[in-house]
């Protein structure tokens, strides 16, 4: 397998250059070559396996042999997800339907999908434990005989993806992370849990901005050549191909995990007569849903994708419109919106280029009926190039109704409000809350203790999925699998808020207290409290780009430069 940049100019990679090069040099990002597609005997065999045994599988098709060998990959995949706190590491949980009087059974099959079980309770430690371990392994061979290749792992994040670096990078020879993440615009506790971590390979640098901006900043040092090359820089944003490889696995767990709980054997022998899916996916960078895309195209029996963003919708009127543009506000482009689901603000997401790609050159379930050709690629490319080129002079780009049309044979979409958001995490709770009662008031011993918690980003996703399931015809049953993305511990200030605030009067009947932040929170994000910090602040003069850059290059030089002399 190789892989080639979105706007053409880089090709034929091997995975392991691809990875290290996160950014193509021509500002594109990496894809493979070809999208194997693999027989559904062979999918549904793989039913059986664990986590890591799965992914394994999913791996070996997109990684020559000669690059990582069986007996490696599945000695590494083993390791990354060892460090999850349950052996399913993506356990599924089903919801209960509490949209009161409406009795559409779809949405009694509605499921959310843990995510955040892995070291910083959120759904990038998947990814970015597997990577960190991608890195080192890739850089002992480099060094086996003696040698001191180092990187520069630089990210951006909004909030998940600099803990989840930072815990999978942190202390690993020859290599050092910074993440760059807007001052102020992280809940504390991803704040906490990034500047308290202080190994010395570890940099965290607040940026006076958006998240946009720190993305901006990350994508301008990889296209300075002379200095991306010096400095070795290597990315962990979801821009890297292997994280997008990493996600996809789940989707095949959590589609096996729900055949298990429906007592469905696999064994279908064709689409035709198997149990559908389709997953709804709170989406601010597109990473994380372009993973269940590159499964449909594997073969996975998936019906529809739900793009769930929250008010920075910039998807969602895509996918209405054909139209990618930034908002407009008295000829200005508008700022990014500061919602209750702060991961997913985000004015441009990277990772709809690699999609986009794959629908100009005639690519929706299947490949392109004339073929994956060259010919097909370069004018593919050759359209990306164009419209991000006119994204960054003109804030947006639109596609022909032939390039929409093939999104939505895969796609549908859905903008959920912060009002909509705190009211699904107040039902949820209180629902379950008030069952509780009743069975303990009954002398039910085998009643759940405690009522099921949505984090902000995840309830974005269960919103869009009640509305969807609600447009579908009621004559076949289907199955909603939610992407839960984050443990609720990670923001408590919106879920506290939607719990405590005006509880429902049969809750205050049965007795409810205000919960507290020890009740919604893992152990170990409690702890961070008060522990020491260290981040370096750089401010940009209100927001100048050009003056955050300057600033952060600087920095790298003053932490790691001598790691890297100058040849000039």
Not at 199 to 218: K, M, R
Not at 246 to 264: P, W
Not at 492 to 511: C, F, R, T, W, Y
């Amino acid at each position: 397998m190789r892989y080639r940049s979105t706007r053409g100019q880089s090709t034929n990679l091997s995975f392991e250059e691809a990875v290290f090069e996160g950014l193509a040099t021509d500002g594109g990002l990496y894809i493979p070559h070809s999208i194997p597609t693999v027989p559904l005997p062979e999918i549904l065999s793989w039913s059986t396996l664990s986590f890591p045994q799965l992914a394994a599988k999913i791996f070996r098709k997109f990684i020559a042999e000669d690059e990582i060998p069986t007996p490696d990959l599945e000695e590494l995949l083993a390791r990354s997800f060892a460090t999850f706190s349950t052996p399913e590491v993506t356990p599924l949980k089903k919801l209960p339907n509490v949209l009161s009087g409406n009795e559409n059974r779809n949405l009694d099959n509605i499921y959310v999908l843990e995510l955040f079980h892995g070291p910083t309770f959120a759904f990038k430690d998947v990814a970015l434990q597997v990577l960190g371990n991608l890195f080192e392994y890739f850089l002992q061979r480099k060094n086996k005989n003696g040698g001191q290749y180092a990187i520069t792992v630089v990210g951006a994040t909004s909030g998940d993806t600099g803990g989840a670096a930072i815990y999978g990078l942190r202390g690993k020879k020859n290599v050092d992370v910074f993440i760059l993440h807007p001052k102020g615009r992280i809940s504390p506790v991803q704040e906490q849990q990034m500047t308290s971590v202080l190994d010395e390979n570890v940099h965290n640098v607040a940026i006076e901005g958006t998240f946009d901006d720190c993305q901006d900043i990350v994508k301008a040092l990889f296209s300075d050549e002379p200095f991306r090359r010096r400095f070795h820089l290597a990315a962990i944003n979801s821009i890297n191909w292997a994280r997008i490889l990493a996600q996809t696995s789940y989707y095949f767990y959590s589609y096996f995990s729900l055949l298990k709980r429906l007592g469905i054997l696999p064994t279908a022998s064709t689409y035709a007569n198997i149990t559908k899916v389709q997953y709804s996916v709170p989406t601010g960078n597109f990473g994380d849903i372009l993973a269940g895309y590159y499964a449909v195209r594997m073969g996975l029996p998936i019906d529809r994708l739900v793009v769930a963003t929250n008010e920075n919708d910039i998807l969602h009127r895509f996918f209405e419109t054909g139209s990618y543009e930034k908002r407009k506000s008295e000829g200005q482009d508008e700022a990014v919106r500061m919602t209750l689901s702060p991961a997913m603000d985000i004015l441009v997401s990277s990772n709809f280029e690699r999609l986009i790609w794959y629908l100009v050159r005639g690519d929706s379930r299947t490949p392109p009926e004339n073929g994956e050709t060259e010919e097909n690629a370069q004018l593919a490319s050759k359209t990306i190039d164009r419209w991000m080129a006119e994204l960054k002079t003109s804030g947006g780009f639109s596609v022909s109704g032939d390039v929409l049309g093939r999104a939505k044979q895969i796609f549908s979409s859905f903008c959920t409000t912060d009002a909509q958001t705190s009211d699904a995490i107040r039902r949820y709770y209180h629902n379950q809350y008030n069952l509780m009662q009743q069975r303990d008031a009954n002398g039910d011993k085998d009643a759940e203790s405690t009522a099921y918690v949505l984090d902000p980003h995840t309830a974005v996703g269960v919103v869009a999925a009640e509305n969807f399931v609600q447009q579908q015809p009621l004559s076949t049953a289907i199955h909603t699998i939610c992407l839960s993305t984050a443990s609720p511990g990670k923001f408590p200030d919106a879920v506290l808020k939607a719990i405590n605030e005006n509880p429902p009067l049969e809750s205050v009947q049965m007795g409810f207290k205000p919960v507290s932040y020890k009740d919604i929170a893992p152990k170990e994000l409690v702890e961070l409290e008060g522990k020491p910090k260290r981040c370096i602040e750089i401010g940009t003069d209100g927001g100048k780009k050009e003056v955050g850059l300057e600033k952060v290059r600087r920095t790298l030089e003053q932490e790691v430069g001598v790691k890297f002399p100058s040849k000039i």
